[in-house]
């Protein structure tokens, strides 16, 4: 058994690429290994969305090539694969900054992993694939193994045509691709069977979401959700990431019908200002997302929002950003991330004249702190209350385990470690900015679905 170590950065398609290379090169004799210490193989699954997530990319390069060269002297061999979004922006670039990568593979190629492998080892030099292939990554991919635990992602669709004005994602995720019904329907019907309980459907547009269904028609979102909640052993749903476009009143509907559909949403305005959306090529203003926040608690009254906000975008005055901070404060969110601009190479937004680093950085401390606050608010407004309660893993202390509440918090519960898989009722008992902790309640008559509501 040859060993295999992957890194994975950026997002949770990432995360889900990640697992189905592991599934992918199992066959090929690859076993999994914790660190790239004794690794035959180490896969970088790289992202490139800000400039911080590909500046790790290289520093961990640069350590990798030393574990390279020691493993070399001792008569073996490592091979080093960037995979990802960096992969498929920068090319044979990282090759050239970082000669000890054998391969470079973009996130639509990663199937052809074997391949390449086999011609990296008959000594070929570093071999790279960053194509857009005709053929069908999600058809050329071996079935997911099983042992996926409780929770499981699920890539749904994939890439961007959107074109906001400072993502790299329509150009290393390309253009967007619904999978057929059928392919999601087998996927997740195996999940089940292996013991997954939670899926979550991934898409960097998930909620545009437009896939063949088996009828031969086109399925939506909201459809493929409804299919999905019919399979046994789904107990929860989720799904992310949605554009505030594309949050239709057929998929604002299915939160209300479909009880394992869980009360939150990851919705990303990225500001609250009008004239910053429009340079942001966002397509809609801030009204409209009040509008579709609305909506939704109109018929899902218990859902808690959460968001992406960029400070600092080319132009954005102390009166938009303003205008940013009154938004958070009208709409509250349950959690939020918020970042500082970073221009990226190729993307419209990076040759426009940029705001002071000092100006950002004050930004980001006002919006952070604020978006805590209303976090830890969140938080403290569970206490007292019993939540269904997926247990994922072990905590820290003896006994004890981590699950997720229907509303995504980490939940600590002591005596719990023989739960995890299991999905149980627990009292919160304490909260803080970032988890909760509480205690196992008698199952008896609590219907578990029935308390997500
Ligand atoms: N700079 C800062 N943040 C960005 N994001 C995307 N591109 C950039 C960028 N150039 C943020 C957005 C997006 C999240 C995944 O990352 O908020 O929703
Ligand atoms: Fe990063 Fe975007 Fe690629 Fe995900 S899709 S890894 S967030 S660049």
Redesign the pocket.
């Known amino acids: 058994m040859k060993k295999l170590f992957i890194k994975t950065?950026?997002?949770q398609?990432?995360v889900y690429d990640s697992a189905r290379m592991a599934d992918l090169l199992a066959p090929h004799g690859y076993g999994m290994t914790d660190g790239p210490e004794d690794a035959d193989m180490v896969i970088l699954n790289?992202?490139?969305?800000r400039e911080k997530?590909t500046d790790k990319v290289y520093s961990e390069l640069g350590r990798l090539r030393e574990l390279k060269e020691a493993k070399a002297e001792n008569g073996g061999r490592m091979l080093i694969a960037v995979a990802?979004?960096t992969a498929q922006a920068e090319g044979a670039e990282i090759v050239k900054r970082q000669s000890a990568v054998d391969m470079v593979v973009g996130?639509q190629s990663y199937h052809r992993l074997p391949e390449m492998i086999a011609r990296v080892t008959r000594g070929a030099g570093a071999v790279l694939e960053t194509e857009f292939p005709t053929e069908e990554k999600f058809d050329a991919l071996p079935e997911e193994r099983s042992g996926r635990g409780a929770t499981a992602f699920l890539t749904v669709q994939e890439g961007c045509d959107k074109f906001c004005t400072f993502c790299?994602?329509p150009y290393?995720?390309g253009a967007e691709y619904s999978r057929p019904v059928r392919d999601v329907v087998r996927e997740a019907e195996r999940l089940a069977a292996s013991g997954v309980c939670e899926i979550t459907l991934l898409g960097?547009n998930v909620n545009a979401f437009s896939g063949e269904g088996p009828d031969g028609t086109r399925w939506g979102l909201a459809q493929l959700i409804r299919r999905l909640a019919q399979i046994g052993g789904v107990e929860r749903l989720r799904y992310t990431t949605s554009h505030p476009r594309d949050m239709d009143d057929a998929l604002i509907d299915v939160h209300a019908e479909v009880e394992q559909l869980m009360p939150y949403l990851h919705l990303p305005v990225q500001s609250g200002s009008d004239r910053i959306l429009k340079a942001m090529n966002r397509q809609h203003g801030r009204d409209a997302y009040f509008n579709v926040v609305a909506r939704i608690r109109a018929v899902r009254k218990d859902i808690a929002l959460s968001s992406d906000f960029i400070v600092g975008f080319p132009g954005e005055s102390d009166k938009d950003f303003d205008d940013t901070m009154d938004l958070v404060r009208s709409v509250g969110f349950a959690s939020a991330f918020s970042f500082k601009y970073s221009p990226r190479p190729g993307t419209p937004a990076a040759v426009e004249k940029q705001i002071p680093e000092d100006v950002k950085d004050a930004r980001l401390q006002g919006l952070q702190a604020l978006l805590f606050s209303q976090q830890k608010a969140f938080n403290q407004s569970c206490e007292g209350k019993v939540f269904p309660v997926l247990f994922e893993k072990p905590g820290r202390k003896e006994g004890q385990a981590i699950g997720r509440s229907p509303y995504l918090q980490p939940v600590h519960v002591e005596n719990a470690l023989s739960l995890i898989g299991a999905l149980r009722p627990v009292r919160i008992a304490a909260a803080s900015q970032g988890s909760l902790t509480g205690v196992l309640q008698a199952e008896n008559d609590v219907r578990i679905r029935e308390m997500a509501h």
């Open positions: 950065y950026g997002c398609m990432n790289t992202c490139h969305i997530a990802g979004c996130p790299v994602v290393t995720r960097q």
